[in-house]
């Protein structure tokens, strides 16, 4: 018997992997939003929207083929450590969602979708977006603004649930056992999931439109 087992007998599982405290979360969601706040007002809204519409470009092409790559390479990692068994070394931090990066993950792509969404509805409803003509006019430079910075800081947060194999791995364990906050890492991986897909598309439109 690991020492690990040993652990897990000696002491109950929702005790050994609490659910995160609520204070910690919104303090981590306050500066994630504080974050892509500052950093949308920079890209968006001075000359720094120069070097948002260059990105934009250059991130228009390369982030389908990124967004493959960290989906495969992410359930690889995964799938690997299924054979590990329970003896499989895990991040006890992971498994309580405790992890900042966790956090702002979840936070940052909750943002991201919800920006794309207004974004869509805008150009149905009224034809356009704020700031210009067309079917997204000068409203699609701004937005694009916003979806290089919140792009560039969703890569570095998720980076270690999906580059990481025992943070991948130990979040993988804590859905598969429904412990710790495995609801939390579980609508993780769906919402960030989505919001690559969602800005993948809106990639190909923005190259579409631009040829």
């Not at 659910?19 to 303090?27: E, I, M, V």
């Not at 054979?83 to 990066?101: K, M, W």
């Amino acid at each position: 018997m690991s020492d690990r087992d040993a652990a897990d007998i000696g002491e109950p599982l929702t005790e050994r992997y609490p659910t995160p405290r609520r204070r910690s979360f919104l303090a981590t969601a306050a500066i994630t939003l504080a974050v892509l706040g500052v950093g949308f007002a920079i890209l968006g809204f001075t000359p720094g929207i120069l070097v948002a519409l260059y990105g934009g470009m250059i991130a228009a092409y390369v982030a389908l083929p990124y967004t493959l790559l960290a989906i495969i390479v992410r359930e690889v990692v995964a799938r690997r450590g299924q054979g590990g068994g329970d003896d499989e070394p895990r991040n006890d931090e992971a498994i309580r969602f405790g992890l900042f990066r966790q956090r702002a993950s979840f936070v940052t792509a909750i943002v991201m979708l919800v920006a794309i969404v207004i974004l869509v509805v805008m150009a149905n409803v009224s034809g356009s977006v704020p700031g210009g003509s067309g079917p997204f006019g000068g409203g699609l430079a701004v937005f694009g603004a916003f979806a290089v910075f919140a792009g560039a800081f969703a890569i570095v947060v998720n980076a270690p649930s999906i580059y990481s194999a025992p943070i991948v791995r130990s979040e993988r364990y804590a859905v598969r056992q429904r412990i710790g906050a495995w609801r939390l890492i579980l609508a993780t991986t769906i919402l960030t999931t989505l919001s690559w897909l969602a800005y993948c598309g809106f990639g190909v439109f923005f190259v579409t439109q631009s040829m």
